[in-house]
């Protein structure tokens, strides 16, 4: 039987030899590998140094730049339902409140009505994530953050790699969540980014990643130690390290290679099932935005899953609505976004997809429909 797998890494001899000469240079922490990283990803967005700062994982990414908003108890951050429990996380952890809000659903992106309805006086934040790595629809959750004078944490997890219009993602924007892990569009192995020109907001950042070590990242990249120092502010180990940051920094210089390839994927499944009966595809411009995962809304979705699986096709489901979570309920229904969730359906989409593999996957849903 074949295996198609839904997402993997892709991992050249490159790679390996950046981390070898990490691994031969003992100095395994964040160092001068991390700060290149993030030297490398503002040129390529086109910002100043200072407006990128790496982390551990995207998870982190969310977390610390929640935290340095200096959000906590009693406040509340408006959230699309319809994303991976991190987000939620992220906020909880401060002490804040996700408030669940409703998908559009042509995009599944933050339904900027609903936000506009659930605003309060609690209300201090909107974190639009980047469904299926597509932002389309986010200026009206701008308008609405600055008529409410409310801070923007976009998610980006999914879509480092992606434009809107002719404008880079992240190059734009007031706060910036980027995830690197093993199955993004470029991978640390584990990693993330928050990006911001907010000055004072990304020297929080710098400091509590190193667990408000005040000043600790300049001596990190220069591959020493902070032994005299002051704390002011709640800090975290989120740093990334020189072993994470070399795939990175190989990774990003094979950024259009993978953009190209992921676009590719994406053109043939839309071409090939944008006439078939049974699949609604979501609407997005996949010649602007980089796909991490390709998302289709499926009638009869669960039966359709046990046949691609039955048939050695991976497939996920993106997601589970976090408001239907025992930890986040609160008893709302969220209409719109239950009924996509039960149509939901992620179809195979990485670099090393093979014609031959997305020819099988999307045979095997017109025999299904047929």
């Not at 390996?16 to 590998?33: C, P």
């Not at 489901?317 to 969220?334: R, V, W």
Request: charged share 25%; proline share 3%.
């Amino acid at each position: 039987m074949k295996k198609v797998r839904l997402s993997k890494c892709s991992i050249s001899e490159q790679e390996k030899h950046a981390v070898l000469d990490v691994l031969d240079k003992e100095y395994l922490g964040m160092g001068s590998e991390t700060m290149a990283f993030e030297e490398e990803i503002a040129a390529y967005l086109e910002l100043p140094a200072s407006h990128v700062a790496s982390v551990n994982t995207g998870t982190s990414a969310l977390h610390i730049a929640i935290s340095c908003l200096g959000l906590g108890e009693g406040d509340e951050v408006l959230v699309p339902s319809l994303t991976y429990v991190a987000s939620f996380q992220a906020i909880t952890a401060v002490g804040a409140t996700p408030v669940a809000c409703e998908v559009l659903p042509d995009t599944l992106f933050l339904d900027p009505s609903d936000v506009e309805r659930k605003i309060t006086k609690k209300t201090k934040a909107i974190m639009p994530v980047h469904y299926a790595s597509s932002s389309k629809g986010i200026e009206p959750i701008y308008s609405i953050a600055s008529k409410y004078n409310l801070r923007v944490v976009e998610d980006a997890a999914q879509s480092f790699g992606s434009f809107r219009g002719n404008t880079k993602v992240g190059s734009v924007g007031d706060i910036i969540c980027f995830s690197f892990d093993g199955i993004k569009n470029i991978t640390c192995g584990e990693g993330g980014a928050v990006v911001s020109s907010d000055d004072a907001f990304m020297s929080k950042i710098r400091d509590a990643r190193l667990l408000g070590v005040q000043k600790d990242t300049d001596k990190r990249f220069s591959g020493q130690r902070s032994w005299d120092f002051d704390v002011e502010e709640q800090g975290f180990r989120y740093h990334l390290s020189n072993i994470n940051a070399a795939i990175g920094r190989v990774q990003l210089r094979r950024l259009d290679e993978f953009r190209e390839k992921r676009q590719n994927i994406a053109a043939v499944y839309s071409k090939s099932l944008s006439g078939l009966n049974g699949i609604k595809l979501l609407s997005f411009s996949y010649h602007e935005i980089m796909p991490h995962i390709f998302v289709v809304l499926a009638d009869d979705r669960d039966r359709l899953r046990e046949y691609l699986l039955k048939n050695g096709v991976e497939v996920g489901i993106h997601y589970k609505p976090n408001h239907m979570l025992s930890k986040f309920s609160t008893g709302e229904s969220l209409p719109v976004t239950e009924g996509i969730y039960s149509k939901v359906l992620t179809l195979p989409c990485h670099i090393d997809l093979t014609n031959d593999e997305q020819e099988y996957v999307m045979q095997l849903i017109g025999d299904f429909y047929e």
